[in-house]
């Protein structure tokens, strides 16, 4: 039955644009392998649709969303839950255990209602569903992005700073990239090979954080809940043609341990936002990645790149501190475009200062 099957990873793996042909020549560009190409003809249909997925299941999670965002059929939800990709665990930092079958569970109750005509309760729901980790609460929304958000930004700093406002003077960091940047194996990544054996992803930050540059708030005076898609806007002058850069979000305990929270990334060839109407609709600035908008880093310009950050929802704790930690490369997931000992320099501060910008649920309190 699979003998046919398209292999997607060694399809595209040597792609460097989104209409560029693979060397096998299997299908003319990668859109042929998307699912939006097919969404007219499952509009037509009218099927019912679920879309499951977890906030460590690789970067499905704004696959889902999308597929959501996009889709109008009569009955179409989304569920976000604390799971990596099959499910198997529960992934909430400091919290991580194996998972009961409740994902399992969700998905008989839209088959048995849809498909047998169950009164399983569903159809009384909201048509999102997600977990907020941290608060270890389910939230039901008319629609995603939940109602409620405001984007926070936040300033990266000089001293490590992250703060709610940027400083006047303008100060530059330079970023030397590290071949040994990593996250190593038990990523949301290599999760997808579902053979990790273990909820506890990233368990290692505090070591591998000391070859990034890390930008922490103070600790915090009330809790902080953060659901959705963060942003980070960089600016950086280099004079390398290309590179890659990588934004995490991290929380610090009061005790000391850095949990990962989500991460963005983004090579510089891509950097383009356009403005041309988008083959989908989404919840981010529109990266085309196509060879038309590719385009080299001008040396010595600064540049902006935005950088958006896979969907999440996650409660920052009173007295935790947030962390932005910024990458040139991660050898253990990542083809390495940056050269060993490339320079970048990292704006602060200014009116051309790096910042993140967060959407903090009910952020009047």
């Known amino acids: 039955d699979h003998k046919r099957n398209i292999g997607v990873h060694e399809t595209s793996a040597d792609i460097e644009y989104r209409d560029q042909q693979p060397q096998n020549k299997i299908v003319r560009s990668m859109d042929d392998f998307s699912p939006h190409l097919h969404q007219a003809a499952g509009d037509r249909s009218n099927t019912a649709l679920l879309s499951l997925s977890g906030w460590r299941d690789g970067a499905y999670p704004h696959a889902s969303i999308r597929r959501y965002m996009n889709t109008d059929?009569?009955?179409?939800?989304?569920?976000?839950?604390?799971?990596?990709?099959?499910?198997?665990?529960?992934?909430?930092?400091?919290?991580?255990?194996?998972?009961?079958?409740?994902?399992?569970?969700?998905?008989?109750?839209?088959?048995?209602?849809?498909?047998k005509g169950y009164a399983t309760g569903i159809e009384q729901q909201p048509p999102v569903q997600y977990f907020t980790m941290q608060a270890e609460r389910w939230n039901a929304a008319p629609s995603w992005p939940p109602p409620g958000t405001q984007p926070i930004q936040f300033a990266l700093a000089p001293e490590a700073q992250l703060l709610p406002s940027p400083p006047a003077q303008a100060q530059v960091l330079k970023l030397v990239h590290a071949p040994a940047q990593g996250t190593g194996h038990y990523t949301r990544w290599r999760g997808l090979r579902m053979s990790l054996g273990t909820g506890r992803l990233y368990p290692d930050r505090k070591m591998r954080d000391q070859l990034l540059a890390c930008f922490d708030t103070a600790p915090l005076l009330q809790d902080l809940e953060v659901t959705g898609h963060g942003e980070a806007c960089l600016y950086i002058r280099t004079n390398e043609p290309d590179g890659t850069f990588f934004v995490y979000l991290e929380d610090i305990t009061p005790g000391g341990e850095i949990w990962y929270v989500t991460e963005g990334e983004l090579r510089a060839l891509h950097r383009k936002v356009s403005e041309e109407t988008p083959p989908y609709k989404d919840a981010i600035a529109y990266h085309s990645y196509l060879k038309k908008d590719a385009a080299a880093i001008p040396p010595g310009e600064i540049v902006e790149y935005k950088i958006d950050l896979l969907p999440v929802s996650y409660l920052f704790k009173k007295g935790h501190r947030m962390r932005i930690a910024v990458a040139t490369g991660d050898c253990d997931n990542f083809r390495q475009i940056c050269k060993p000992g490339a320079v970048y320099e990292l704006m602060l501060g200014g009116e051309c200062g790096s910042t993140v910008t967060l959407p903090v649920m009910d952020a009047g309190r």
Request: proline share 5%.
């Open 73 to 115: 059929s009569s009955v179409n939800r989304l569920i976000l839950g604390p799971w990596d990709h099959g499910g198997k665990n529960h992934i909430t930092p400091g919290k991580e255990h194996k998972l009961d079958l409740q994902i399992a569970g969700e998905a008989i109750k839209f088959f048995d209602h849809y498909l």
